[in-house]
């Protein structure tokens, strides 16, 4: 049996295995939000946080994927680094932004949440400013891949960067255990935390972001394909 | 059934929605711009 990762090295492979599975995850991302939505706002108020309950359906997604996402970038990018393969390194850069996107929604999300809960937009907590790193740790990976016009230099220097950034993880992660935090603990990684009417819709919500940086994950890596094909052509047509 | 009377958060709650629509509209949208203009390149490229 061939490992799914080795069978995606080939870029032939790839284009071909995501020709097809980029649009069926963006059916299914769009299927399972449907589901997730329906049955989110189908679901009663919460006795303690009445209505706002209904944006952890797009909070606490987007604040999963922002981290799952910047995992797949510091793969992508120790792949890069190590085996040189540019398939990988394309995976990193068409990751960034996804995750720059996702990280942003986390934010607003919860500062729209929070306004009402806690009774301010922003407070200067580990949980909400660890987020705020990752952020910044997106926004300096995209900043250092344009601002280096050699692609090899630039690859190499926002590949360690995003490294660097993996520390950040299991801070976001524990901020809440290791500081005395306004943000609340896990409910998902706690059994019976969170009862069925909120926990199906919230995981159908998962599911569906999950499916949907799935398919875009690899419409941006097909366009980095492409662009990378086209700059080959390119430099062989301005020698011929 | 759903119910999207939101009562006195909805001030909250529609923007949350709000932007995270948009978001995700701006992120297929750009994915989906990128890969097509880099795909005709190529494909001109190859051409010539």
């Not at chain 1, 986390?106 to 301010?120: D, F, K, N, Q, Y």
Request: proline content about 5%.
């Amino acid at each position: 049996m061939i490992p799914a990762p080795a069978f995606l090295a080939n870029p032939e492979r790839f284009m071909a295995f995501s020709r097809w599975a980029a649009p069926l995850f963006g059916v299914i991302a769009v299927g399972l939000a449907i589901a997730g939505l329906w049955l989110g706002f189908s679901a009663p108020d919460d006795y303690q946080q009445g209505a706002t309950v209904r944006i952890m359906f797009i909070h606490v997604p987007a604040a999963i994927l922002a981290m799952f996402v910047y995992v797949c970038l510091g793969v992508a990018s120790l792949l890069a680094l190590v085996f040189r393969h540019v398939l990988a390194d394309a995976a990193a850069q068409a990751a960034a932004p996804l995750g720059a996107g996702l990280t942003f929604l986390a934010l607003v999300t919860g500062s729209l949440w929070g306004r009402p809960m806690w009774g301010a937009w922003w407070v200067w907590d580990a949980r909400l400013t660890s987020v705020l790193v990752l952020f910044l740790f997106y926004v300096a990976y995209l900043a250092l891949r344009a601002s280096i016009d050699d692609e090899a230099k630039a690859a190499r220097a926002a590949a360690i960067l995003a490294l660097v950034g993996l520390i950040n993880l299991p801070i976001v992660h524990y901020s809440v255990y290791w500081w005395n935090s306004l943000h609340q603990g896990s409910s998902m990684m706690t059994k019976g935390a969170l009862p069925p009417v909120y926990a199906i819709p919230l995981h159908l919500m998962n599911l569906a972001y999950l499916a949907g940086f799935g398919s875009l994950w690899l419409v941006r890596i097909r366009g980095e394909v492409w662009r990378r094909r086209a700059e080959a052509a390119a430099v062989r047509a301005a020698r011929a | 059934m759903p119910d999207l009377n939101l009562g006195k958060y909805a001030e909250y709650i529609w923007p949350a929605y709000g932007i995270t629509a948009l978001v995700f509209g701006l992120l297929v949208v750009g994915a989906l711009r990128h890969a097509r203009h880099w795909r005709r390149r190529a494909e001109e490229l190859r051409g010539k």
